[in-house]
């Protein structure tokens, strides 16, 4: 018997979760080693957007199902945790993505001049500077950036394992469901085969019944014609 179609569409958005964290990761990656992470930043954009989705499609067509009685209560229950914490996720990849620590630096053009190719060279801290940055070197300012990509993917790497271990979840409670699904049908089989089993026999018990209402009266017959046969003789 096949998968549940909605737990086989929560494990392909969990998957996706999981590629966009590991996509995070790399493009964190890049920045600290002065890689060109705007390719990767396109694709994540696209995957977020479709887990979105994703999870929207999971959300509607589980209510569709609770709502029409498809599925137990407490299968309705389950399944909504599992789409709640795989929406929780979703907007902690969203979070880390939009922390594009890149966006925070100034490129190599605007340390250089003004930020338009040409006159004098501004420095792009002292604008709008925070209290964390005031006062720090370019050199520990990236550092201190550094630092934050690190904690970022460390999260995701925790992120990661949350999501491998709920795809492992929805995996067994697949397997379970498809047990239980043979449980039914077998014990569906056998309640046909006693249903038929008892329309036979109560097929027999009327047919015995006709027969001996037959019998009583052949019976009656037959003492009826001794009588009359015994009061011919008597009189004569």
Same mark, same amino acid.
């Given at each position: 018997?096949?998968? /549940?179609?909605?737990?086989?569409?929560?494990?392909?958005?969990?998957?996706?979760?999981?590629?966009?964290?590991?996509?995070?990761?790399?493009?964190?990656?890049?920045?600290?080693? &002065? &890689?060109?992470?705007?390719?990767?930043?396109?694709?994540?954009?696209?995957?977020?957007?479709?887990?979105?989705?994703?999870?929207?499609?999971? !959300? $509607?067509?589980?209510?569709?199902?609770?709502?029409?009685?498809?599925?137990?209560?407490?299968?309705?229950?389950?399944?909504?945790?599992?789409?709640?914490?795989?929406?929780?996720?979703?907007?902690?990849?969203?979070?880390?993505? =939009?922390?594009?620590?890149?966006?925070?630096?100034?490129?190599?053009?605007?340390?250089?001049? &003004?930020?338009?190719?040409?006159?004098?060279?501004?420095?792009?801290?002292?604008?709008?500077?925070?209290?964390?940055?005031?006062?720090?070197?370019?050199?520990?300012? !990236?550092?201190?950036?550094?630092?934050?990509? $690190?904690?970022? /993917? +460390?999260?995701?790497?925790?992120?990661?394992?949350?999501?491998?271990?709920? =795809?492992?979840?929805?995996?067994?409670?697949?397997?379970?469901?498809?047990?239980?699904?043979?449980?039914?049908?077998?014990?569906?089989?056998?309640?046909? !085969? *006693?249903?038929?089993?008892? =329309?036979?026999? *109560?097929?027999?018990?009327?047919?015995?019944?006709? =027969?001996?209402?037959?019998? &009583?009266?052949?019976?009656?017959?037959?003492?009826?014609?001794?009588?009359?046969?015994?009061? +011919?003789?008597?009189?004569?």
């Amino acid at each position: 018997m096949s998968q /549940d179609l909605w737990l086989q569409n929560y494990d392909a958005a969990c998957r996706l979760a999981q590629e966009i964290a590991e996509n995070i990761h790399e493009r964190n990656r890049q920045l600290r080693t &002065g &890689g060109n992470p705007a390719k990767l930043n396109m694709t994540l954009r696209a995957s977020l957007q479709r887990l979105k989705q994703n999870i929207a499609q999971l !959300k $509607e067509t589980l209510t569709r199902a609770s709502a029409q009685r498809r599925i137990m209560q407490a299968e309705a229950d389950r399944r909504q945790n599992l789409v709640d914490d795989l929406a929780t996720r979703e907007t902690r990849l969203n979070a880390s993505f =939009k922390a594009d620590i890149s966006e925070a630096e100034p490129s190599r053009s605007s340390l250089m001049t &003004g930020g338009n190719g040409s006159g004098p060279a501004v420095n792009p801290w002292l604008v709008n500077e925070s209290e964390e940055t005031r006062g720090l070197s370019f050199g520990e300012i !990236k550092h201190q950036q550094q630092h934050i990509i $690190e904690v970022q /993917d +460390a999260g995701l790497d925790a992120l990661a394992v949350v999501i491998s271990r709920q =795809k492992q979840m929805g995996q067994e409670i697949g397997n379970e469901l498809e047990e239980q699904n043979e449980i039914i049908d077998d014990l569906a089989q056998l309640v046909d !085969k *006693t249903d038929s089993r008892i =329309k036979n026999e *109560t097929h027999r018990v009327k047919l015995l019944d006709t =027969k001996s209402a037959s019998c &009583g009266m052949l019976v009656v017959i037959v003492l009826l014609l001794i009588a009359i046969i015994v009061v +011919a003789v008597w009189q004569t």
